[in-house]
């Protein structure tokens, strides 16, 4: 039979934990700038046809180079304008007209920097990041290494009170405040020990193309002799 065990309303452990996991990146995204222009007598139209034709190519080129089923290819055009010269006298004039196109190429899986490689040098400076699985399976990690950190500061805490953890009282990723004996220790709990949907964003090391996930997360449990 267990020993009658005395639980202290009043008697809490507060304790954070810190969570990290470092994971490779599944996704990767780059872009190219493609401009078109013409002076006059060009038009409007004449300058966003050529625009058009010379972006279907790169396009055209770039879907060969890609798993049709997983990555993806976009562009987005600005409407034509007219751009300005000055002459000799410093005074600016139209001379024709501009349009530019920025197409984004978005890779997801593995192997993601020898296939940026084979889209070509003008694609460049590519963004990392993860899929929302990747991220999701990266985030529990963290939570689980935060949980288990916090956990463990809270039981040598109390071992060294001649003490020992009781129930989870309270839990979230912002600050949470030690409830107060009485009736508002039910309505604190209830409000504060959902986990927060929001997390920190993933931090990136461009170097390593590595991607760290972190969680920090609070934790309240009850005391107990």
């Not at 202290?8 to 190219?32: C, I, K, L, M």
């Not at 931090?203 to 920090?216: H, P």
């Given at each position: 039979m267990l020993p009658a065990v005395a639980v202290h309303a009043d008697r809490y452990a507060s304790f954070s934990g810190?969570?990290?996991?470092?994971?490779?990146p599944d996704v990767a995204t780059v872009q190219e700038t493609v401009t078109e222009k013409q002076a006059f007598p060009a038009t409007e139209d004449t300058v966003a046809a050529a625009l058009a034709a010379k972006v279907q190519t790169k396009v055209n080129a770039l879907k060969s180079k890609i798993n049709a089923a997983q990555d993806v290819v976009t562009f987005v055009t600005s409407q034509p304008e007219k751009y300005q010269e000055r002459d000799e006298r410093g005074n600016y004039h139209d001379r024709g007209w501009t349009a530019t196109t920025i197409i984004t190429v978005r890779l997801k899986g593995s192997n993601l920097h020898s296939r940026l490689q084979t889209l070509g040098p003008r694609m460049s400076n590519p963004r990392f990041g993860l899929s929302e699985a990747a991220e999701r399976a990266a985030e529990q990690e963290a939570i689980v290494k935060a949980t288990q950190h916090a956990r463990g500061k809270a039981e040598a805490s109390a071992?060294?009170?001649?003490?020992?953890?009781?129930k989870l009282v309270a839990s979230g990723d912002h600050h949470v405040e030690v409830p107060v004996p009485g009736p508002r220790p039910a309505a604190a709990r209830a409000m504060m020990s959902r986990e927060s949907a929001e997390a920190p964003a993933p931090l990136v090391d461009t170097e390593k193309a590595m991607i760290t996930v972190r969680r920090v997360l609070h934790f309240i449990w009850e005391l107990m002799d």
């Amino acid at each position: 039979m267990l020993p009658a065990v005395a639980v202290h309303a009043d008697r809490y452990a507060s304790f954070s934990g810190n969570g990290s996991v470092e994971v490779q990146p599944d996704v990767a995204t780059v872009q190219e700038t493609v401009t078109e222009k013409q002076a006059f007598p060009a038009t409007e139209d004449t300058v966003a046809a050529a625009l058009a034709a010379k972006v279907q190519t790169k396009v055209n080129a770039l879907k060969s180079k890609i798993n049709a089923a997983q990555d993806v290819v976009t562009f987005v055009t600005s409407q034509p304008e007219k751009y300005q010269e000055r002459d000799e006298r410093g005074n600016y004039h139209d001379r024709g007209w501009t349009a530019t196109t920025i197409i984004t190429v978005r890779l997801k899986g593995s192997n993601l920097h020898s296939r940026l490689q084979t889209l070509g040098p003008r694609m460049s400076n590519p963004r990392f990041g993860l899929s929302e699985a990747a991220e999701r399976a990266a985030e529990q990690e963290a939570i689980v290494k935060a949980t288990q950190h916090a956990r463990g500061k809270a039981e040598a805490s109390a071992t060294a009170s001649g003490n020992r953890l009781g129930k989870l009282v309270a839990s979230g990723d912002h600050h949470v405040e030690v409830p107060v004996p009485g009736p508002r220790p039910a309505a604190a709990r209830a409000m504060m020990s959902r986990e927060s949907a929001e997390a920190p964003a993933p931090l990136v090391d461009t170097e390593k193309a590595m991607i760290t996930v972190r969680r920090v997360l609070h934790f309240i449990w009850e005391l107990m002799d």
